[in-house]
DNA sequence: CATATGCCTTCCCTTTACGTAAACTTACTC
DNA sequence: GAGTAAGTTTACGTAAAGGGAAGGCATATG
């Protein structure tokens, strides 16, 4: 959609509208999952819509755990414009998925530690009962 | 009650025992998560039944997800000769309490973040549905 | 013109939990 | 006495996700 005469914004304007730091954005296209993005006259970075929705989605990923390699593999569903969802959702899909597992996982753990943590805090707590009646 | 006559071990054969590599164990004493230990006439270290358990006890918690440096918050409840109670466990009950609420936090957030995913990856799959059905 | 932004690139810094040599002792064994 | 195995210290390397400073253009404005 687009494509020609569209509303270009600076990498400064949209660090603040997505309340992340220029550096972020230069670093996601450092490591290749911004694609290098096309320049004013004076080498300015400039974005498109495209651009910040797929910028969007990055940031979106990130808050559910997923590691920026990880997004590396998902590379070609970051593409807004693609409309192929038959073949590019269904590994995002996949990866939602296993993140799931892994929340669970890190839920346990915590929930089994809470009770390390409590069996120990009363068993401390009963020396020092029995220490202070003694 | 491990205090004068007791086998010592050293370090390969304890590594070797809990299935960690000699480094870590030396990493641990390094940051001061273990105590300088005790060395052989050699300079070779050893341990005690007191120092294995310690040991033990810190892989337990970094199983559960504690840092390290956490851990070295709680150093003091790493004593397990120590018996002097009056003095030591209050300190110890209160850190133990701080981390019991640690760690409910963290619980809590990711419980928050898994309905998150949960929630987008629904949203997906329902554009997959209706994109295949039309 | 001078100053102030805003942008550019390059490069080193940070944290965590070790891995991995390098160079050397000590001990056991053939 | 040479080899092998296990120990020692010192110290540089690694991944992840940027932070922050140095030094240099370009533009806008008083
Ligand atoms: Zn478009
Ligand atoms: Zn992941
Ligand atoms: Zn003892
Ligand atoms: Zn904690």
Redesign the pocket.
Known sequence: MTDSQEPLI????L?KQLA?????I???EEIGLMGP?K?L?????SYNQDDVLRLKFILKL?ELGI???EMLDLAESFDTHNQDFDTITPRVLEILDLHIGKVDDKIAKLASLRSVIVNYRSRISELLQSQSTA
Chains 1, 2 share one sequence.
């Open positions: 600076q990498i400064g304007k660090a992340i730091t220029t550096r972020t230069r670093y996601y993005s320049r006259s004076g080498c300015a970075r990130k590691s920026l390699k």
